[in-house]
């Protein structure tokens, strides 16, 4: 979908809604996060630190479908980070980046980190 004006075209970038995950949650966690009959291609995702973490061993932090849970974009989450500290993603970061028509993006984390740890995690894309 383009955004068009005076003598300008240019994509409409737009920020899914954003989940937080108790990354030391002893089980995994599955939210959705968008669901709508476009295709959509996803531009960056970012992760910020709520709580600091630990130095423990992070978790996976997957974006995916229902079928499967990392489709799109998988991490382990950063060990030792501030409180409030973020991390961006780019498409080069992406498994796959374009999401099919009808598809729910699902945002997910395996859960059972040893030590402390909160984050947020949501991304932007444009409508194909």
């Known amino acids: 979908m383009a955004i068009k ?3 300008l ?3 409409l970038l737009i920020a899914g809604n954003r989940a937080v995950f108790d990354l030391s949650d002893s089980a995994a ?8 009959n476009y ?4 531009h960056k995702v970012w992760v910020q630190y709520v709580e600091a973490t ?3 061993a992070g978790v996976e932090i997957k974006i995916g479908s229902p079928s499967d849970d990392n489709a799109y974009f998988s ?5 030792s980070q501030d409180a409030l500290s973020s991390t961006e ?8 980046a ?13 859960g059972g980190k040893t030590g402390t740890g909160t984050a947020y995690v949501w991304f932007s894309y444009t409508l194909q």
């Not at 966690?29 to 709508?36: P, Q």
């Not at 295709?39 to 996803?42: K, T």
């Open 5 to 7: 004006g005076k003598n």
């Open 9 to 11: 075209e240019k994509e």
């Open 29 to 36: 966690t599955e939210t959705v996060l968008y669901h709508k």
């Open 39 to 42: 295709e959509i291609l996803i």
């Open 54 to 56: 630990s130095a423990d």
């Open 75 to 79: 991490l382990t989450s950063v060990v």
């Open 89 to 96: 993603y780019g498409t080069g970061d992406m498994v796959l």
């Open 98 to 110: 374009t999401v099919p028509k009808d598809t729910p993006v699902c945002v997910a984390h395996a």
